[in-house]
């Protein structure tokens, strides 16, 4: 019985060990290594080790080296928040990089509040958010869906296809573009069919040939494609079998990059678009220095680069020279000095951090090649401001965010003018 | 045959003499009633500085492990004493989790980013209208709390009554069941059905007028966990050294002979699953508010035969083993996903194997290779 | 892949050459509708080149050197950059792709250049690449076209391209001919199942210009169109259904085997069958220029490779777990874990490319039905794996000792069967079968670490729905599902049909507690 009693006290106390050493600062890399979104974050994590290591070759930060503290939290959302706690209070990480998808996210966004931390959200999301605590570098909607949709209807395209996984990303996009092809294209809602599927949804048979249906009949149609991840090598394959060419019916998609692409052959479906805010093809010195360091840092030269990857190294060049104004990691310190800050895109240009904590970037329309690589065939002139909150859901038109005085708030209500009563500041 | 599969060939009076002399459980229990005191004590009043301190993650850390330790007892309960392998009790959890979810987002009241006090911020943006019916009520921590026994235990008890009425046993129950939570998962996955699909039930602010994330809410999470565990415990080690517990073993045994005997076994069945499943629940409602979250993913396949591997390393057919069992898991699972983010699943899954090859009766065989090979002192 | 050309002709005019060499220089522009330009103008230059030079932009092999604005013919091979001067065919070398342009295109001039170079093959092509290039032409053809046609009529011989041919004439009189014309196309047109003849025929029905008389014929066209289209969709979902069961079974009988006949819950299943879809990727590296020999050797390997998997897996796991059948959940579910991460150790996380066979790309036409090569290969694959299994069950010793054992492991035993060895075998050969699934799976999904878990239920549900031990249960309950599944989709969506087959089996056990087909027994325990 006694001996018992000290087992599990010692354990309690073991639990509660903390690290002392303070002579680095700590950087936190919180990315699915196992599990179903292993495929992508994997690739975020080298990354982040890749800017860590550059930097301490460089000398550091404030004199001080990097140490990343690298988690897995196993594609497990209630494991995201348990592993975000254990880094800001246990490791006691002055920033973190991480998490994809909206899930992950919203499951650490309350720890990252309640302990004032700081994270950087690398993938392109449905906006509705802007957390005191969280810096998103990936494309808001207005970064991506909207400037795709103008460009195909720019093309000549007059209905649509809105197919997606049914989840919040597709949910959202979706309905912003419903909203914006009736509103502001004017398309009637005969000329657009909405689909959604399950997660790793493997047989498109039945889907793509409604498509083809739906395509064939006349007026030039293009597919939106919020499909995720997994279930993208399937449906391509089956536009590619049924015989659907980029000529005839494009498919513009958020979610494939050079990444996914390397997943299967592509020569089936050159022409097939993709909307981001930076491609591997982007010819520029900077993103030839940067593709050269990344297969060098991951001794393999058949990898290839993506967006993603692109908003953490925009993501942790900004934090650094936030860090470097700042004087300090202190992330209140570090936060007040992050707005305006801008970095060089690796496609040219820069981008600027905004007062709503999303990025100023520009925005690619790529078309795909048969060696999986995108060539870039329309482009914005300058930066488009990422939108936290769209314009095109009635709620949300409502709603902006400014973390700077006098509003300092994620989600003001210019209605109202109050910020709905978060547990902000 | 397939009955095979099914069976634990130890005997019925073996059986009896284990839990009569179940010391382990008792320590077990011990510590957990020392633990509700004094942790959030230790957690509440001891300053940060010190020694003692119980961090914020460390006592929702335990406290989430003492919910997964419920879990498995109620699996433990239809498993290990009444033979019936459900591979889908994650559906009975993440359903009481929901119940609790949709309580506490209620609770958020106008306090959501679009403050509108109606409706849930997934609601709002995805254009709903009004309150779908099935939110009705939620508002009323008890009618919440009614909810959480009576949803899993309904299905459970509609569930279980179809199958065993109808004489399903052994893999082809294991299955269906598997084939409930994966239903589960991609109805509840689906953004129509109401209940914020993938994104699931997230940032809540209180619970009982309390802020969610404040010491005291979270020392009367980890006390309230700890004593359902207790109560689990309990109500568990009453029905299976009562008679009821000898009948259960029985048909776990075998099952035919029992209802040779006279022993409408159907019912028992019934009855001993839909107790199980509103254990199940109650785990599912204490863990939502620990962890911020609730999501469909919790109805994966995967996770529900996770619950099982819990069981069978910490020793079907002891109670204080599911316990361990799940607690030994899911602190393997916190520790070694920082200590070796990259290849720790693989230790995993070799500790698995190890454990299953090695120890019939999973840890709880530890105890009695060291009894054996040093003595009692 | 990679296009072999083939330049017939060297000899051309010089001025051709200048001419040609100016126009593609006009190509490096970022204004498309320039670019559209300069390609309708190389159409018009009449050298055999014009058609390689369209070529070569659609296929993104045509680049310009920076430094002298030499126009390049570039073959990208592993992001090396292998140039060749395009007019006399040099080769130049590896070429820094900095210093190179390529001439990009959009989807609309890759549209110009589908149908510039359709009228160029129509004479020249081999016989797949002319009946594409009629239906490219229905879609757009004019009266220029027309001329092209009837020449190419009158020499044609192949029967099923003359029929076609006769559908692109009519479809192009119906909108350009005169009255009597159009009747008689439009006439002709009747019943056709192609898109874009239903839509020209729409358009005719709905022009409010047209005389009534063609706008009868039309509307009677039509409805016959639109009965045969109605009929080919039932036929096109029973396919669908058809294919979706071919997939379940291919994934299920590996388990049917393990899981019916030796009574191991192998939950790692679904990782044998990633197993044998990477084994089609390795041997695919091996042997990367034919594409053809590399799947059909990878069949056997994968078998092989994942039998040899199996018998590890029976050796230092199952074989201690016999007469404990449910541990084996447990162990198998651990080594699961452990395959997977395995694979993204040694492979990466990401997918990898699995190439399909040119046999399995594209449509097979029949009547108006357009069925996809690459589900027919895997229906009739799936019969051919299925067939064997139950030939090897039924008709060999091994089969033999194998139902022996299944049905009275004592007596089998006594009879001078070495049991062990028996499962052990058996084990194997399930898990060669799921690697042979694998291979198939390889050509229609992702090749990654998760495609296992993407089965593994299924395949489960499948097992079970059918009866464990009795393959031929299976084989109904795969096709039946997937039947199920693909008639319900088009009313109710992806999501829901899924939802309503998993409850169709729940309820389908009550009424047959041992699934569809059970094995009798005397015994009251089995």
Redesign the interface.
């Known amino acids: 019985m006694y001996k018992f009693l000290k087992l599990f006290l010692f354990s309690i106390f073991f639990l509660n060990v903390v690290n002392l050493k303070a002579d680095t600062i700590k950087v936190g890399v919180l990315h699915s290594l196992s599990g179903t979104m292993a495929i992508s974050e994997t690739t975020l994590k080298d990354t982040v080790l890749m800017l860590i290591e550059k930097q301490n070759k460089a000398g550091g930060l404030l004199g001080k080296k990097l140490e990343a503290v690298v988690v897995d939290p196993a594609s497990d959302w209630p494991l995201f928040a348990e592993k975000a706690k254990e880094l800001l209070t246990v490791q006691k990480v002055d920033v973190v990089f991480g998490c994809w998808t909206s899930v992950s996210r919203k499951s650490v966004l309350p720890v990252f509040e309640e302990l004032n931390g700081l994270l950087f959200y690398p993938v392109q999301y449905e906006g509705e958010e802007s957390s005191k605590n969280v810096f998103y570098t990936g494309a808001a909607p207005n970064q991506q869906a909207i400037p795709a949709v103008d460009y195909l209807a720019d093309q000549g395209v007059k209905k649509w296809v809105l197919a997606g996984t049914d989840y919040v990303y597709p949910r959202t996009t979706n309905k912003i573009l419903e909203s914006y092809l009736k509103e502001v294209l004017g398309v009637s809602s005969d000329d657009i069919m909405i689909n959604y599927t399950p997660f790793g949804h493997s047989d498109w048979q039945t889907i793509v040939s409604d498509i083809k249906k739906f395509g064939m009949a006349g007026k030039k149609t293009a597919v939106v494609s919020t499909i995720n991840g997994d279930a993208n090598v399937p449906f391509y394959k089956e536009l590619g079998n049924q015989g659907i060419k980029a000529e005839d019916i494009p498919v513009v998609a958020f979610s494939v990059g050079e990444e996914e692409l390397s997943g299967f052959d592509t020569s089936p479906l050159v022409g097939h678009l993709a909307a981001w805010n930076y491609f591997m093809s982007a010819e520029s010195e900077i993103n030839d220095t940067f593709i050269e360091d990344w297969l060098k840092f991951i001794k393999d030269d058949k990898r290839v680069t993506n967006d993603p990857m692109e908003a953490h190294v925009i993501g942790f060049e900004m934090w650094v020279k936030a860090v470097e104004k700042a004087g300090t990691t202190d992330v209140d310190a570090v936060r007040e000095s992050m707005y305006g800050i801008s970095v060089p895109n690796l496609t040219g240009g820069t981008a600027v951090m905004n007062t709503n904590h999303h990025l100023t970037k520009p925005v690619l329309i790529g078309e795909i090649q048969a060696d999986g690589q995108f060539d870039i065939v329309w482009s914005t002139s300058g930066g488009v401001i990422g939108d936290a909150w769209t314009d095109f859901l009635p709620d949300s038109a409502r709603i902006v965010a400014d973390w700077t005085s006098p509003i300092k708030c994620g989600n003001y209500n210019i209605d109202t003018g109050k910020c709905s009563g978060q547990n902000y500041e | 045959?397939?009955?095979?599969?099914?069976e634990n060939?130890k005997s019925l009076i073996n059986n009896i003499y284990l839990l009569l002399g179940d010391t382990t459980g008792k320590?077990l229990i011990?510590?957990l009633i020392?633990?509700i005191f004094l942790?959030p004590i230790l957690h509440i009043y001891i300053p940060e500085e010190s020694?003692?301190?119980?961090?914020?993650?460390?006592i929702?850390?335990l406290g989430?492990y003492l919910c997964f330790a419920l879990l498995a007892l109620s699996l433990d309960l239809i498993w290990g004493y009444t033979g019936i392998?459900s591979l889908g009790h994650g559906a009975f959890f993440g359903l009481g989790g929901y119940m609790m979810g949709m309580h506490l987002m209620r609770e958020i009241g106008?306090?959501?980013?679009?403050?509108?006090s109606e409706l849930p911020d997934?609601m709002?943006?995805?254009?709903w209208e009004e309150l779908p019916w099935f939110w009705y009520g939620f508002d009323s921590f008890l009618f919440a709390s009614l909810m959480v026994i009576l949803v899993p235990g309904l299905l459970a008890f509609i569930f279980s009554a179809?199958?065993f009425?109808?004489?399903?046993?052994g893999?082809?129950f294991s299955?269906?069941t598997?084939?409930?939570v994966?239903?589960l998962m991609?109805?509840f996955?689906?953004?129509d059905f109401g209940f914020g699909?993938?994104?699931?039930l997230?940032?809540?602010?209180d619970i009982l007028g309390k802020?969610i994330?404040s010491k005291e809410t979270r020392g009367a999470l980890y006390s309230c966990s700890a004593i359902m565990l207790i109560l689990g415990y309990l109500i568990c080690r009453i029905i299976i050294s009562s008679k009821i517990g000898n009948i259960l073993v029985g048909i776990r045994d075998?099952?035919?002979r029992m209802r040779f005997l006279g022993y409408n076994t159907t019912v028992f069945k019934i009855i001993i699953f839909t107790i199980s499943a509103i254990l199940a629940g109650i785990a599912g409602a204490l863990?939502v508010p620990q962890?911020?979250?609730i999501?469909p993913?919790e109805f994966s396949?995967?996770k529900s035969?996770e619950i099982?591997?819990w069981v069978?390393?910490g020793g079907r057919g002891f109670l204080y083993g599911a316990i361990i069992g799940a607690i030994v898991v899911n602190v393997l699972?916190?520790y070694l996903?920082?200590i070796s983010?990259?290849?720790?699943?693989?230790f995993?899954?070799?500790?698995?194997?190890l454990?299953?090859?090695y120890l019939?009766n999973g840890l709880t065989d530890l105890r009695r290779i060291i009894k054996r090979n040093y003595g009692r002192k | 892949m990679y296009i072999i050309l083939v330049f017939t002709n060297l000899n051309y005019l010089l001025a051709d050459n200048n001419n040609l060499r100016n126009h593609i220089l006009e190509l490096d522009t970022k204004d498309f509708n320039k670019k559209i330009v300069s390609i309708e103008k190389i159409s018009e230059i009449k050298t055999d080149l014009s058609l390689l030079t369209l070529k070569s932009i659609l296929n993104g092999k045509l680049f310009i050197r920076k430094s002298d604005k030499k126009i390049l013919l570039v073959e990208v091979i592993d992001r090396k950059y292998n140039a060749y001067d395009f007019f006399d065919k040099k080769e130049l070398g590896i070429e820094k792709k900095r210093k190179l342009k390529k001439i990009k295109i959009n989807n609309k001039i890759r549209n110009i250049l589908n149908n510039k170079i359709a009228i160029l093959q129509l004479s020249s092509g081999t016989t797949r690449q002319k009946t594409e290039a009629i239906f490219d032409i229905i879609k757009e053809g004019n009266q220029k076209t027309l001329i092209i046609i009837n020449e190419l009529l009158l020499k044609e011989k192949d029967k099923e391209l003359l029929l076609n041919l006769n559908l692109a004439k009519n479809s192009i009189i119906a909108r350009y001919g005169n009255e009597i014309e159009k009747i008689e196309a439009v006439k002709s047109l009747s019943g056709s199942t192609n898109n874009d003849i239903v839509n020209i025929l729409k358009s005719i029905v709905n022009n409010k210009i047209i005389s009534e008389n063609i706008k009868l014929e039309a509307t009677k066209s039509l409805e016959a169109s639109l009965g045969n289209i109605k009929f080919n969709n039932i036929l096109k979902t029973t396919f669908f259904g058809l294919s979706l069961g071919s997939v379940l079974l291919l994934a299920a009988i590996g388990l049917a085997i393990t899981f019916g006949v030796v009574g191991v819950i192998n939950m790692a299943h679904g990782e044998l069958i990633m197993i044998g879809a990477y084994s089609a990727y390795v041997v695919q590296q091996i042997i990367p220029n034919n594409i053809s020999a590399s799947i059909i050797i990878s069949i056997p390997v994968a078998f092989v490779f994942t039998g040899f998997v199996g018998v590890l897996i029976e050796r230092l796991i199952v074989k201690n777990l016999y007469g404990r059948p449910l541990e084996t959940l447990l162990a198998t579910f651990g080594l699961s874990l452990i395959l997977q991460q395995t694979v993204r150790s040694i492979f990466s996380p990401l997918n990898k490319t699995v190439y399909s066979p040119e046999w399995m790309s594209g449509i097979t036409r029949i009547g108006g039905l357009e069925l996809t090569n690459n589900r027919i290969v895997i229906i009739i694959f799936t019969l051919i794996v299925f067939l064997t299994v139950v030939y090897i069950l039924k008709k060999t010793l091994f089969g033999l000792q194998m139902r022996a054992v299944t049905q009275n492991r004592k007596m089998a035993s006594a009879m001078g069967i070495n049991t062990k060895k028996i499962d052990m075998f058996t084990f194997a050969f399930g898990a060669g079968v799921a690697g042979v699934a694998g291979v198939a799976l390889s050509q229609i999904t992702n090749v990654g670490p998760n495609l296992g878990q993407n089965y593994i239920i299924d395949s489960f549900m499948v097992v079970v729905f059918g009866g464990v031990g009795n393959l031929f249960g299976t084989f109904i309950g795969a096709f039946g599902l997937g039947l199920g599944n693909k008639l319900l989709e088009p009313y109710v969506g992806a999501i829901v049909s899924k939802i309503f087959i998993l409850l169709f089996i729940i309820i389908f056990i009550q009424f047959r507690p041992k699934g569809l087909f059970s094995l009798k027994g005397r015994m009251v325990d089995e």
């Not at chain 2, 997230?202 to 602010?205: E, N, P, Q, V």
Request: glycine letters at 8%; charged letters at 10%.
């Open positions: 045959m397939n009955k095979q599969l099914f060939k320590y011990t510590i020392i633990s942790l020694f003692f301190h119980i961090s914020s993650y460390t929702s850390l989430k392998l106008d306090r959501g980013v679009y403050g509108n997934f709002v943006f995805l254009n179809l199958a009425g109808s004489r399903v046993t893999v082809y299955i269906i598997q084939a409930l994966f239903t991609l109805a996955f689906q953004n699909g993938n994104n699931g997230t940032d809540f602010k802020d994330s075998r099952e035919n863990y962890v911020g979250i999501n993913g396949p995967i035969i099982v591997v069978a390393l699972k916190s996903t920082i983010p990259e290849i720790w699943i693989i995993l899954g070799l500790i698995f194997i454990v299953t090859i019939p």
